[in-house]
C-alpha cells in the first residue's frame, strides 16, 4: 500500500479521473467522482437508484493536507413527475415518471471535508483504489470525461 502522505501534487494527479465507489461496472455505474485537472468535479449518484431527485453535483476540488476538500456550487435535481413502480434495470422500487431536469446554483458553496486514507492497487479488480471518508472508490477511467 502507498500511504497519502502529504504530497498534494501526487495526490491531485493520482485523484485525475473516474472514481466509483465499486471495483466493476454493472449495467450502470454506482457513486462516481470525476476528478478534473482544473480543480473541477462532478458528483453523479448510483444510476441503478432510479427514484433519486439528486442526479448530480459540480464544483471545485482541491487537496488540504490528508482532506480532500470539495466544493458543491451547483446541483442537477428532478422536479416534478411521481414516483411508480420501477421498471428496467432500477435496483430500486420505483422511478420517477415526468420529472425535469433543473440545474440550480447554489446561493453559497457547500463545503464538504473527506479524509484521503490510503492509496493503493487493487490486484484482483485491477484499479488503483483510494479511501474517502473509510470508503473504497476504484478508479475506472483516467479521462473524467469518459463517463458513459
Given at each position: 500500500?502507498?500511504?497519502?502522505?502529504g504530497d498534494k501534487e501526487s495526490v491531485k494527479v493520482?485523484?485525475?479521473?473516474i472514481w466509483q465507489d465499486a471495483p466493476v461496472i454493472g449495467s450502470g455505474w454506482s457513486n462516481v467522482y470525476r476528478f478534473y485537472d482544473s480543480g473541477k468535479f462532478i458528483?453523479?449518484?448510483n444510476q441503478m437508484e432510479c427514484d433519486k431527485r439528486e442526479l448530480e453535483r459540480t464544483g471545485m476540488w482541491r487537496i488540504d493536507g490528508n482532506s480532500?476538500?470539495?466544493e458543491i456550487r451547483t446541483r442537477?435535481?428532478?422536479?416534478?413527475?411521481?414516483?411508480?413502480?420501477?421498471t428496467g434495470s432500477c435496483g430500486s422500487d420505483g422511478e420517477i415518471e415526468g420529472g425535469r431536469e433543473f440545474?440550480?446554483?447554489l446561493k453559497k458553496p457547500k463545503i464538504i471535508k473527506m479524509k484521503i486514507g490510503n492509496l493503493y492497487f487493487d490486484r484482483e479488480f485491477k484499479h488503483?483504489?483510494?479511501m474517502l471518508n473509510g470508503k473504497r472508490y476504484w478508479k475506472h477511467r483516467d479521462d473524467p470525461d469518459d463517463y458513459r
Open positions: 500500500m502507498l500511504p497519502v502522505n493520482s485523484l485525475i479521473g458528483f453523479n449518484p480532500l476538500i470539495l442537477t435535481v428532478l422536479k416534478g413527475g411521481k414516483r411508480v413502480e420501477a440545474v440550480e446554483k488503483s483504489v483510494i
